[in-house]
């Protein structure tokens, strides 16, 4: 009777000497990971001649709150952090719906070549934005799009990786609920609408942040398409800022830490659907 005790004993501890070394390793990540973001939160409350000195000095003697006041009159940062949002929320809404519905005709509705034009599609994912980057610009100059936001929104309304997730998630619902909704007389919109949806918030809000993110965070769109600097999203504006005042790194850090909080924001309230999105998303392929 005392081996049963014994032998439970010995497997926990097995598994606790399995998982300490494993929780350490990533504690060290993480650590190694939020250093430059501790740093940068550090150096906006600094001093210029105090952001780069050896030591790190990571609790400064004087917290320069005024920073974070200050930016607000050297950039109009609010009309930036404006034209981002709005860009972002718009984006990651057309790509959630586009994404989404695509996703339930590749993984419900039976019709030829549909696997067929699903791996093609999922295929240009692997093609390089560099390689339609100019033939994509002669479209948007053609059409009079360029110095809009119409340029970046009609081109990023459609992605590739959000069809994938949607889809991934999809097939893990039974089709025997899609079959009975057939049934009862339900349409293809009115599954899509009250059954799919409702089902897939968790691959949806995963989708929604990863969107958000790229497009709060994309550089390269708005400098190529938008020239007027009232459209100026908030990543070309802190390197324009940059580009002004070099040497004020303080200030350049404080810009960055408030470029970075909307996004740290979502983050922290979404990731709770956005790890299990994740997760539930891989179970069938």
């Given at each position: 009777m005392t081996a049963l005790p014994e032998a439970a004993g010995s497997s926990r501890g097995r598994r606790l000497l399995r998982t300490v070394p494993a929780y350490a390793g990533l504690t060290v990540i993480a650590a190694l990971v939020?250093?430059?973001?501790?740093?940068?939160?550090?150096?906006?409350?600094?001093?210029?001649?105090?952001?780069?000195?050896?030591?790190?000095?990571?609790?400064?003697?004087?917290?320069?709150?005024?920073?974070?006041?200050?930016?607000?009159?050297?950039?109009?940062?609010?009309?930036?952090?404006?034209?981002?949002?709005?860009?972002?929320?718009?984006?990651?809404?057309?790509?959630?719906?586009?994404?989404?519905?695509?996703?339930?005709?590749?993984?419900?509705?039976?019709?030829?070549?549909?696997?067929?034009?699903?791996?093609?599609?999922?295929?240009?994912?692997?093609?390089?934005?560099?390689?339609?980057?100019?033939?994509?610009?002669?479209m948007m100059q053609r059409a009079e799009l360029t110095d809009t936001y119409w340029s970046i929104i009609l081109l990023q309304a459609f992605?590739?990786?959000?069809?994938?997730?949607?889809?991934?998630?999809?097939?893990?619902?039974?089709?025997?609920?899609?079959?009975?909704?057939?049934?009862?007389?339900?349409?293809?919109?009115?599954?899509?609408?009250?059954?799919?949806?409702?089902?897939?918030?968790?691959?949806?809000?995963?989708?929604?942040?990863?969107?958000?993110?790229n497009t709060w965070n994309d550089y390269m769109g708005p400098f190529i398409y938008l020239t007027s600097n009232e459209l100026w999203t908030v990543q070309l504006g802190l390197r324009s800022f940059v580009g002004q005042y070099e040497a004020e790194y303080a200030m350049i850090m404080t810009g960055s830490v408030l470029s970075v909080l909307p996004v740290l924001v979502i983050f922290l309230f979404g990731q709770r659907y956005f790890i299990r999105g994740i997760a539930t998303s891989g179970l069938k392929g």
């Open positions: 939020l250093v430059p973001f501790a740093w940068m939160v550090s150096s906006s409350l600094k001093r210029d001649n105090q952001v780069f000195t050896v030591p790190v000095q990571w609790i400064p003697e004087e917290l320069r709150w005024s920073n974070f006041v200050e930016i607000w009159d050297r950039i109009p940062l609010l009309t930036y952090l404006g034209n981002s949002a709005f860009l972002s929320l718009t984006i990651t809404a057309l790509q959630v719906l586009t994404g989404s519905f695509a996703a339930y005709g590749f993984s419900k509705v039976r019709f030829p070549g549909r696997d067929g034009l699903f791996l093609a599609y999922i295929a240009t994912i692997a093609v390089p934005w560099q390689a339609y980057m100019v033939p994509q610009y002669i992605g590739a990786f959000g069809v994938f997730l949607m889809r991934q998630y999809y097939m893990s619902i039974p089709d025997d609920l899609c079959e009975a909704a057939r049934i009862d007389g339900l349409s293809e919109y009115g599954i899509y609408r009250r059954i799919m949806l409702p089902l897939s918030k968790p691959a949806l809000a995963s989708l929604a942040l990863l969107t958000f993110v």
